[in-house]
DNA sequence: CGGCTTCAGCTA
DNA sequence: TAGCTGAAGCCG
């Protein structure tokens, strides 16, 4: 049983001017009209809970996911896609072309810049991942850093983009899934990098509609992180998110197989 | 076991 | 923007 309490507390504290700089330039209108029901399950984006993440977000749509933005962490808080077996197939006759790049569609003062990234030690490891993309517009739309988070470059490489590769092998298995991923920013002692807030872990829901069911992983953003698989109810209460809102609590709770991820042992 | 794939950073 | 570098999981 995991016993994270959801400190959102600090994450104002560390960003507190940022915050209140940005609020007034954030209407909540702004939510309902940009919102992309396709990239999500019964067309219901995820709703913020925890008043104190809801500073300053604006929402994206992009071709093949959408995101909510954060201008208090410069990150999305989450990026979602429905992800279809054709478009994976699709995806992976595509090859990679690295064009990250500023959001063109966020003020200044709320978004994270190449140099905010830049000889960081961190990897600018994308939401939705590059591998989903059918083609070029959806692919080049990925490298938004609207779309990024400072991620361990070990965790990204060596945990994340295993999981990614689980995915897409389960969505071309299970026909297409629904699949939510973004960053939490837990306890007391939050890094950034230049403006970006570096979060504490990343989550990736899944969820198959043929099976009805869904299940999370939830992982700490360093090498070397336990994988956790948890329900979506539980990733639900640790946000401070509720991701899946068409979906009663029993059904958050019915848990869908995860293929499990190897993982080098550590150095010890 | 070796090639393929996927995640990228850095430099010019 | 192109080119070079690198590690490791996956898969046949």
Redesign the pocket.
Known sequence: MIKFRAVFASLLAACSLQASAVLAASPASAAVAASCPSHYLDGRPPEIRNPKLAAATRPLCFSEFGVMHSGVTRTALWSAEHLAADQVVA??GL??????HPEPRLPRGQRAELSD??????????LA????MPDRTAQRESFSLAN?VP?D??H???????I???V??MAKKEGELYVITGPAFLGSSLRRVGNVIVPSHLYKVVYSPRQKAGAAWFVENRSDAPIQVIPVAELERILGIELLPSLNQRQKERMLAL??????KSRY
């Open positions: 995806a992976q090859d990679r072309d690295n064009a990250f990234y830049a000889r960081s030690g961190f990897d600018r490891g994308h991942p590059n591998g989903d990024m991620q470059r070990d990204n490489r060596h945990i994340w983009a295993p990614e590769g689980a897409r092998k293929p499990k991820i190897r993982q080098k």
